[in-house]
């Protein structure tokens, strides 16, 4: 499942295909997509794309009625969990959020094309943009030059410059909400978030490693903590040097302290890296990560530990597979 370096970095290469531009059409292709109780895809017809940000594994796109010159928002690592506080700032009571979580193989991918699908010239093009076996959902987008007043006449946005964007989910976990901004805060999947690894200071953090629960569990829960998952919650705990069992409340202030400086690091240099790619994840323009090629223990059970030489074990810690050395993550 992508976990919060790789959705940022989807953010971060889908939002120039969509900052600023007219949604043409919104498209459901395969159901279920959209959550029950989100608004019918067709009313984000029209709209503009006003700012992209991230929230723990959400991808937010908030959409409103008037053109928008959709400010730059910093992308440096040190201020990717701040997009989030941005996105209600100047925000119309009109205004619609378009979300989506990846869950475990969703992606995007944006093409931007110059003719529609059907007048393309390269056959290649063509299939690239049209919905595929996995596609669930397609949008269009105008071109970032585009009359305002021409775009979008026809129901499909088919013959106008533009994006073409497809969201593929080959196990169909994936789901998006369209709603207004009282919706948005009312959907429990999002007002349960707990707040941003990169952005929370070290105290606070420290407050919120707590109870009888293994440590492990503690930070992938996303009410504690939003958008860390197996693969960083293993390398951090290797990092340092924390036994995934041990149970949140038997740390010591020093060691919950470690524990955020390396989930931090870890955290950044993967976005630097432009993410982990394991099985199907890309970004929004086809690429694939790099971090993967750093993990110390993550998916090497069996391997020497890269420290002592150890052979890494894995266990089954609250149902997800958890890799570990058992020298250096000695248990208390």
Known sequence: MPELPEVETVVRTLRPHVAGRKIVCLKEVQKPCFVEKSLPCTRARGL??????????????????????????????????????????????????????LRMTGSFMAYEVATSAHESSSADASCDTQPGRYTRARARLAGPG?????????????????????????????????????????????????????????????????????????????????????????????????????????????????????MVRLLRKSIAECGSSIRNYQD?????????????????????????GTILQKCVLNGRGTTFCPVCQKRP
């Open 284 to 308: 929004a323009d086809g690429n694939v990560g790099a971090f993967q090629n750093s993990f110390a223990v993550y998916g090497r059970a069996g391997s020497p530990c890269p420290v002592c």
């Open 146 to 262: 585009a009359d305002p007043g021409l775009v979008g006449a026809g129901q499909d946005g088919t013959g106008q410059e533009g994006c073409v964007l497809l969201f593929n989910d080959v196990r169909t976990f994936g789901r998006m909400f369209l709603g207004t901004r009282a919706m948005l805060e009312a959907w429990p999947a999002w007002t349960r978030l707990g707040p941003e690894p990169l952005t929370m200071g070290a105290e606070a953090f420290a407050q919120a490693i707590r109870g009888k629960r293994s440590i492990k569990t503690v930070i992938m829960d996303q009410h504690v903590l939003a958008g860390i998952g197996n693969i960083y919650a293993d390398e951090s705990l290797f990092a340092a040097r924390l036994d995934p069992h041990t149970p949140a409340d038997s740390l010591s202030l020093s060691q919950k302290l470690e524990l955020h400086a390396q």
């Open 48 to 101: 503009f794309v006003h700012k992209v940000v991230r929230r723990g594994k959400f991808i937010v796109c908030r959409l409103g009625a008037a053109v928008c010159p959709c400010a730059s928002l910093t992308l440096d690592a040190e201020h990717a969990g701040n997009q989030a506080a941005a996105l209600f700032e100047g925000a119309a009571e009109d205004d619609l959020y378009w979300v989506t979580h």
